[in-house]
């Protein structure tokens, strides 16, 4: 195979460093051989490359034209696209990743369930009631809530507010259309608690209690969101100190941080306590950091 034949396949290739290369020594070739067959065959390879070609090419087609007296005029190189079916590929992988992110979130948090118990086998097992039936403050762990921080958490409740019910509900699997990424949005939880129990009456509340970091589209970021119809959403993820690995001053315990949000969840809404203005106290009006939680007091002053 000449050279010339080289770079013809070079170029239907598209490896147009090497075509240039190859077109190079035909056109020497041909020079020597005076063969005007072959320099035409090049003049018409190398406006190819000058129109297609990566950078460098162009640059050396460019020099090849001007040494055969056959300067190129200045035309705007073709944007190649991608063949269909890579970009089908790409496509592809990304909806895969995606959907693998949103699946295993959705799994980690109980969005899928085996149907195997009817609706109402399921509220005859012992355990946990389903619905509040009295008043009180009433924990709704949401998706795989540890199900021994719930449990401590209203205990913690309990010895603060001992003349208050407390009680853990049984876990509900987290509504699809509440999950963002890797969040959850505060207010799609708050529609599917609303949904599921109704507005609540004076003297009962339900806090629904999620592993998973929560976003509000139209407020600040905090550890809890609602309180209307006496519905709130608290979550734990930016509680965690196993969420801040080295970072030594956020290492306070988990549940000492939720008892002191839950606290402040059931004197706010539950009991309609007002905040106050002293940032070192438990009902100061907003707690936006870890470092603020963890500075407050922990136990709550007389009230009047």
């Not at 106290?281 to 709550?300: C, F, M, N, T």
Request: net charge neutral.
């Amino acid at each position: 195979m000449t050279s010339i034949e080289r770079a013809e396949t070079a170029i239907r290739a598209e490896r147009w460093d090497d075509a240039a290369v190859l077109l190079w020594t035909a056109l020497e070739e041909a020079r020597v051989a005076g063969d005007e067959e072959v320099l035409e065959r090049v003049r018409v390879l190398v406006a190819r490359v000058a129109q297609g070609g990566s950078a460098s090419a162009r640059a050396q087609a460019k020099t090849m034209a001007e040494a055969i007296g056959a300067p190129l005029p200045d035309v705007e190189p073709v944007r190649r696209r991608w063949p269909r079916w890579r970009i089908a590929f790409v496509l592809g992988v990304l909806a895969f990743v995606f959907a693998s992110d949103q699946i295993a979130t959705l799994v980690n948090h109980g969005w899928f369930r085996a149907p195997s118990l009817a609706a109402g086998a399921l509220d005859a097992r012992q355990g946990p009631a389903s619905h509040p039936e009295e008043l009180g403050i009433y924990l709704q762990p949401l998706g795989r809530f540890p199900p021994q921080l719930a449990e401590r958490a209203a205990t913690a409740l309990k010895v603060r507010f001992p003349t208050t019910r407390v009680q853990v509900l049984r876990e509900v699997p987290i509504d699809a259309s509440a999950v963002f990424g890797r969040q959850l949005t505060a207010e799609r939880l708050l529609v599917q608690l609303r949904s599921r129990y109704g507005q609540q009456p004076p003297g009962r509340m339900i806090v629904g209690l999620t592993l998973l970091d929560m976003r509000a589209s139209e407020t600040r970021w905090s550890f809890s969101f609602g309180g209307a119809e006496r519905i709130v959403v608290v979550a734990t993820a930016r509680m965690d100190p196993d969420n801040y690995i080295g970072l030594d001053r956020f290492h306070a315990d988990l549940d000492w941080r939720l008892d002191k949000i839950l606290t402040r969840v059931a004197a706010f809404v539950y009991f309609g306590y007002p905040p106050c203005d002293d940032p070192d106290d438990l009902l100061y009006k907003r707690v936006g950091s870890l470092d603020h939680l963890d500075a407050v007091a922990g136990e709550l002053p007389p009230r009047g």
